[in-house]
C-alpha cells in the first residue's frame, strides 16, 4: 500500500515539478525517489497484511514483483534524459505517464479485489497506448498507437465481461471468495467461462501466440524507450498478475485448462523463434523473441504451487537481459530511422563495451551458462517436468536452440563486418544503465538461490 | 402496469437496435442507436437500478455518441459507398458470433429462472444513496486509483496535442 502511494505522489510531483520550471531535476528526483520507494518497499518483506477492505493485499509476493518492477523503472527513466533530449517540454508528461505506468503495474500485482485488478490493467495499457503514439509526427509510431490502442481495449473489454460473469458466479470480487469458489463443487458454469475470458485477455497482453499479431508492428513502431517499457515492464508485470489470477481463480485446475496453457506455450515458442529467424529489424525480431519468452513464462502456470521462485527468477532474468539489449539499442540506432541490423556492423570494434553487453544480454536471452537467462529456463523447465509434462520441456529445449541462431545473427554482424561510420558519443548514464543491468543479470545467475529462496 | 411498459420498451430496444444495423446511412444508425440506448435506461429503471439509468445517460447517449458522431462527420464517412466484406469474412463473423451468443446463453439460461411476480422487501439495495456509502467506504481505494487513470488519460491527451517546442524551432 506505501509503495502504491508512494509512486503516485511521485507522479504528481513531477508534473508540479514542471509548472514551477524545475525541469532539469525531473529526472533526478524521480530516480532518488524510486530508490527511496524500492527501500520502502523491501522492509515490507516477510509482512503479511492486508489494507482496505482486503483491497491492497502484501505478502512476499507482490513485495519481489514490485521491487522488480521498480528496479526496472529505474532503468527506464534513467535512460530517458538522453532519449528524450529534443523533447524536452514534454519531459515531465513522459516520467509521470511512466511512473503512473508504475503504479498500475505494482497495483496489478498486489490486488486483493478484481476492481483493483482492472484499475491497475487500465493504467499500464492506457499509459502504454499513449507512450507508443508519443512521436506523433512519425507515421509508425501512430500506426504503433492505434493497433495498440484498438486491439488492447478490445482485449481489456474482454477481461471485463469476464469478471462481470465471475462476478455473477461468486457475488464477489473478493480474491479470497473466488479462490474459495472456484474450489468448491457447486460453482456454477458461467464461472468457468468468465475465468476463460479474463485467460484470452491476459494472454493478449503478455502476446502469446493466437494473441500475438499486434506485438510486431507495435514494437517496431513505437519509439525505441517505449518499446523497451513494452518488452521488459509491461510484459513481466501482465506475466505475474496472470500467475497471481490464476492461484486464485484455478484452485483445482481442470486438465482441459492445462492442456490449454501447453498448447499456448508450445506454439508461442515455437512461432514466435520460427518468425524471428527472418527478421532483419532488431525490434521486431526482440518482438518475436519476447513472443517465445511468453511462451517459457506461461508454463510457470502449469505448476501453480511451486513455480513462484522460478517464475520470479525468470521474469528477473528477461527483464534485467532486456533492459541492456535495448540500452544498446537505443544507442546504436540513434538518429537513425530504421532499426536494421545493418546498423550494428563493427559494433565491435567501434565500441567494445557497448558490443559486449549486447553480446551478453543476448546470450543472457538465449540461454547460456553463466547467464542468468540460461538457470532461469533450467528451473521452469524443471518445474515443469515434476509437473509431469515432457513433451512441453522438449519442446522449450529445442526452441532454445533454434533461439541462439537469430542471436548469434546479431553478434556475428557487431564483430565480424566492418564498420560503416563513426562511432557516436555514448551518454554517461547509458554506460551506468547497461552495466549496472547486465552485473545484475550475472549476478543473479552466480546466485540463484537469493531470487528463488525468497518465497 | 409494469409489464405493460415492459414489452413497450423491449419492442422500442429491439426495433432500433435492428435499425442501427441495417440502416445504410450512419447517421441514421447512430442516431437510432441514442433511442436504443435510452429505451436501455428506461430498463434500468423498471429494475429500481436509478445509477445505473442515469449514469447509462450521461455516458453512452451522451458521451460516446457524440464521440460517434463526431467521428462520422470528422473522418467523412456520412456517404453509403461502404466496401464490400469478403463473403467469407461475414460468414466467419456470423458463426464466431452465434457460437459466442450460444456459449452465454447456455451459461445464463441455466442461472435462476424467470422472475415471476415482484416482492418488495422494503430494504434499500441500490439507490444512489447506497451506492454512494458503498463507494466511498469500501470501495474507497479503487475509487481513488480511478482518478489516476483518468489523470493518466489527460496526461496522455496533452502530451500528444502539445507542439514540440524545439523541433519547430530549428
Redesign the interface.
Known amino acids: 500500500m506505501n509503495t502504491l502511494i508512494a509512486i503516485?505522489v511521485l507522479?504528481v510531483i513531477v508534473?508540479l515539478a514542471e509548472i514551477f520550471n524545475l525541469r532539469k531535476a525531473i529526472i533526478p528526483v524521480t530516480l532518488a525517489g524510486l530508490i527511496a520507494t524500492l527501500g520502502l518497499t523491501v522492509t515490507e518483506f516477510g509482512v503479511t497484511e492486508s489494507?482496505?477492505?482486503n483491497?491492497?493485499k502484501v505478502n512476499n509476493f507482490t513485495v519481489a514483483f514490485s521491487s522488480l518492477f521498480i528496479v526496472l523503472t529505474i532503468f527506464l527513466i534513467a535512460l530517458s534524459a538522453d532519449f528524450y533530449q529534443?523533447?524536452?517540454?514534454?519531459i515531465s508528461?513522459?516520467v509521470?505517464?511512466k511512473l503512473?505506468?508504475l503504479?498500475?503495474s505494482v497495483?496489478m500485482v498486489s490486488f486483493g479485489?478484481l476492481?483493483?485488478f482492472f484499475?491497475?490493467i487500465?493504467?499500464l495499457s492506457?499509459?502504454l497506448?499513449?507512450l507508443a503514439?508519443?512521436d506523433?509526427?512519425n507515421v509508425k509510431s501512430n500506426e504503433a498507437g492505434m493497433k495498440y490502442f484498438l486491439m488492447g481495449s478490445f482485449a481489456s473489454g474482454i477481461i471485463l465481461f469476464g469478471i462481470a460473469?465471475v462476478y455473477?458466479a461468486v457475488g464477489s470480487f473478493d480474491m479470497d471468495m473466488i479462490y474459495e469458489a472456484s474450489n468448491s463443487a457447486t460453482t456454477?458454469?458461467?464461472f468457468y467461462?468468465g475465468v476463460s475470458m479474463i485467460t484470452v485477455g491476459m494472454l493478449f497482453k503478455i502476446a502469446t501466440v493466437p494473441f500475438h499479431f499486434w506485438a510486431p508492428d507495435v514494437y517496431e513502431g513505437a519509439p525505441t524507450l517505449t518499446t523497451a517499457t513494452m518488452s521488459t515492464l509491461a510484459k513481466v508485470t501482465a506475466m505475474a498478475t496472470f500467475f497471481k489470477l490464476n492461484m486464485a481463480m484455478n484452485g483445482n485446475m481442470k486438465f482441459e485448462y492445462e492442456l490449454v496453457i501447453v498448447i499456448v506455450s508450445i506454439a508461442s515458442m515455437t512461432v514466435g523463434n520460427i518468425m524471428a529467424l527472418r527478421q532483419n529489424n532488431i525490434k521486431r525480431m526482440l518482438a518475436f523473441s519476447g513472443i517465445s519468452h511468453a511462451g517459457f513464462m506461461v508454463m510457470a502456470l502449469l505448476n501453480l504451487q511451486n513455480a513462484t521462485g522460478s517464475l520470479f527468477y525468470y521474469t528477473a532474468a528477461y527483464g534485467l537481459a532486456g533492459i541492456a539489449a535495448f540500452t544498446v539499442v537505443i544507442y546504436v540506432c540513434k538518429g537513425k530511422d530504421n532499426e536494421n541490423i545493418e546498423n550494428f556492423n563493427g559494433l565491435g570494434k567501434r565500441n567494445p563495451l557497448m558490443a559486449g553487453i549486447l553480446t551478453a544480454s543476448l546470450l543472457s536471452m538465449a540461454g547460456i551458462p553463466i547467464f542468468s537467462g540460461f538457470f532461469a529456463k533450467f528451473f521452469l523447465l524443471n518445474q515443469v517436468l515434476n509437473a509431469g509434462w515432457l513433451v512441453l520441456v522438449i519442446a522449450g529445449v529445442i526452441n532454445s536452440m533454434i533461439a541462439v541462431y537469430y542471436y548469434f545473427k546479431v553478434v556475428s554482424a557487431m564483430y565480424t563486418k566492418e564498420a560503416t561510420e563513426e562511432p557516436a558519443k555514448v551518454p554517461f548514464e547509458f554506460y551506468i544503465v547497461a552495466v549496472l543491468a547486465i552485473g545484475l543479470n550475472i549476478a543473479i545467475g552466480l546466485f540463484p538461490s537469493a531470487l528463488m529462496d525468497l518465497f | 402496469m409494469g409489464e405493460i411498459i415492459f414489452y413497450a420498451l423491449a419492442a422500442v430496444t429491439l426495433g432500433t437496435a435492428l435499425l442501427t444495423i441495417f440502416s445504410r446511412n450512419p447517421i441514421h444508425s447512430a442516431l437510432s442507436l441514442v433511442v436504443c440506448f435510452f429505451s436501455i435506461a428506461g430498463h434500468y429503471l423498471l429494475l429500481n437500478a436509478q445509477f445505473l439509468a442515469i449514469v447509462h445517460i450521461i455516458v453512452y447517449s451522451g458521451a460516446i455518441m457524440i464521440l460517434m458522431l463526431f467521428t462520422i462527420m470528422l473522418m467523412n464517412l456520412n456517404k453509403d459507398d461502404e466496401s464490400h466484406k469478403p463473403i467469407a469474412a461475414k460468414i466467419a463473423a456470423t458463426i464466431a458470433f452465434c457460437l459466442v451468443g450460444l456459449v452465454l446463453l447456455a451459461g445464463l439460461l441455466r442461472t435462476k429462472p424467470v422472475v415471476e411476480s415482484y416482492y418488495y422487501s422494503g430494504e434499500d439495495f441500490q439507490s444512489i444513496k447506497v451506492l454512494g456509502k458503498v463507494l466511498l467506504n469500501e470501495y474507497m481505494v479503487p475509487f481513488e486509483f480511478a482518478s489516476v487513470l483518468l489523470l493518466v488519460a489527460m496526461i496522455g491527451a496533452v502530451l500528444i496535442s502539445k507542439k514540440d517546442k524545439e523541433k519547430s524551432l530549428k
Not at chain 1, 529534443?86 to 514534454?90: G, I, L, M, Q
Open positions: 503516485a507522479g508534473l489494507h482496505y477492505n483491497m491492497i529534443e523533447r524536452a517540454s514534454k508528461d513522459f509521470s505517464i503512473f505506468l503504479a498500475g497495483s479485489n476492481a483493483m484499475l491497475g487500465e493504467v492506457i499509459a497506448y499513449i503514439g508519443s506523433r509526427l460473469l455473477g456454477v458454469d458461467w467461462i
